[in-house]
């Protein structure tokens, strides 16, 4: 009887060994669907699901959910390490790109992030190359007010945060962005002070309050309150959507008729079609109702974008194209006519994926942008050049 037995378990045991094998799978994906689950109900357990199922598994895939799951449950330190494991292994480029974003949002509430560049502008005062103009039936000669040559700039954006208390999804935001030209009266500065409330699991979604405040040439432009929000939708393959929105109120001390409310609009998506190759689609509106009509304006835009990486040298070549319309709500005072505007912007970016400089991403840009107005005075061309480093971690 002894023999039988042994005989059975010897033959059945392959049988059995498969079976679990087949199962092993499917049970380990429905643990990374309630670790997925918890994310939006107790993330501590989801912590613990998604770690052991990685120490078991070793996948990549999980990796990336335990290091989001740590940076909710804000282990920021552990996430950290997780996420810059995740940069030193073979993935697509849609999941490099959300691992960097973690990275330098880690960033800014452990210190601050910071972004730099320098960069050469061909036209920084946006002035049209036309000098001869029909104003009341004469001819004038139009001399800019300032220079018109290509200028070198630098660019410096600083950003910090920090939570008002634990797990409160309550942020204190302060946003600094300078553009220092060779002629000052092309400088900008960007102040933005902000209150945010944030909700993030396996999506995000945040509300936001603050106000922006704009010097140009060393002088104060504008200021405007605002309320903005943005949802971002991920999906199982690495693609994700969103919508965003803006209404804000423009105070020009100096330049009254152009008060008044705006609002924006965006709806975006971005489809991963290999490792290798995505496709970004976005389509936004605006309008503003300023003091005066012919200075309102209602803008469409469209773009299509694609990043191209080549595994054997990290490098990613990023594209992307912008067409816009602009219409303006009354004549214009001094050139009677409405204007109307039709725009492009053509971007192009490389940077290699695997090289970081003291946490730091060095990426080369190009854009070229033109402007055609049905009134030529507000015609133009320029195109920027530049290096940037872009602060990962």
């Known amino acids: ?20 094998l087949a199962q092993t799978p499917a049970l380990n994906q429905q643990r990374f ?18 770690r052991a199922l990685y120490m078991e598994t070793g996948a990549i895939r999980v990796q990336l959910e335990l290091a989001r ?32 974003w973690y990275l330098s949002e880690i960033q800014k509430r452990q210190s601050a992030k910071f972004y730099i560049g320098v960069f050469q502008d061909s036209n920084p005062g946006q002035i049209t190359s036309d000098r001869v103009f029909e104003l009341f039936g004469q001819l004038f ?17 600083v950003q910090a945060e920090r939570e008002l208390g634990r797990r409160t999804g309550l942020f204190a935001q302060a946003t600094v962005s300078t553009l220092t030209y060779e002629s000052s009266v092309y400088n900008k500065q960007i102040l933005d002070l902000s209150l ?13 309050f603050g106000n922006q405040t704009m010097f140009y040439g060393g002088k104060f432009l504008y200021n405007m ?21 803006q209404v804000g109120l423009l105070d020009y001390p100096d330049y009254s008729y152009l008060n008044g409310p705006q609002v924006q609009g965006r709806l975006f998506y971005n489809h991963n079609i290999t490792n290798n190759l995505t496709a970004f689609f976005e389509v ?43 219409q303006y709500g009354a004549p214009d005072p001094l050139w009677g006519r409405t204007r109307r505007d039709n725009g492009q912007i053509f971007y192009a970016s490389l940077i290699k994926r695997d090289l970081y400089i003291f946490g730091l991403a060095p990426v080369l840009e190009f854009t070229y942008q033109t402007n055609q107005s049905n009134i030529n005075f507000f015609s133009y061309n320029k195109f920027f050049v530049g290096l940037f480093f872009k602060n990962v971690y």
């Open 33 to 50: 669907e309630q670790g997925v689950r918890l994310m939006h109900t107790d993330i501590d357990q989801a912590v613990e699901v998604f």
């Open 69 to 100: 799951s740590l940076y909710i449950a804000e282990e920021l330190d552990a996430a950290k390490v997780e996420f810059i494991d995740v940069l030193q292994k073979p993935i697509p480029i849609t999941v490099r790109d959300k691992v960097e």
């Open 284 to 326: 936004g509106a605006d309008h503003t109702e300023a003091k005066e009509r012919p200075y309102n304006s209602t803008g469409y835009y469209g773009t299509i974008g694609t990043q191209i990486a080549h595994n054997p040298t990290s490098l990613q070549l990023s594209l992307a194209a912008t067409v816009s319309q602009r």
């Open 196 to 208: 945010a409330k944030r909700w993030e699991d396996f999506n995000y979604k945040d509300v936001k």
């Open 225 to 245: 309150p605002y309320v903005s929000s943005t949802l971002i939708y991920n999906r199982p393959n690495q693609d994700y959507w969103g919508v965003g929105g």
């Open 1 to 20: 009887m002894q023999h039988i037995w042994r005989f059975w378990v010897l033959m059945l045991a392959p049988l059995l060994f498969h079976a679990v």
């Open 141 to 157: 000669e139009y001399q800019p007010p300032t220079p018109t040559e290509t200028q070198t700039a630098l660019n410096l954006t």
